[in-house]
């Protein structure tokens, strides 16, 4: 198991929430780890795959919507890739040929 990437090992990061009552900010759960301040291995490898794509979406000058337009993904799913998120790259696997 690896320290999380994005709260450090803390399990939760600092967070501006909005709502219909106004704005607030407070500790939040983190999104990566899910709370436990550890990832394994593999989403380690994941969120650095998802870095990967990144770096070169960014360096042919593409946005976050016309890429995924171009792999047949809605951005949000995208979004999720680049981000290393598990399930998203679960369920891209499944629907490879």
Known sequence: ??????CKGA???????CG?????TG?????TCKGA???SEKHAAFIEQGEKMKQDRQSRDLSHRE????LGLSAAEYS????GDLEAWARVARELP
């Open 80 to 83: 999720r890739l680049e981000h």
């Open 37 to 39: 301040g550890v990832i």
């Open 67 to 70: 890429e995924a337009k171009r």
């Open 27 to 31: 500790n939040v759960r983190c999104s």
């Open 11 to 17: 399990g939760e990061n600092f967070a501006v929430m």
């Open 1 to 6: 198991m690896l320290t999380c990437p994005k």
């Open 20 to 24: 219909p009552s106004g704005g607030r």
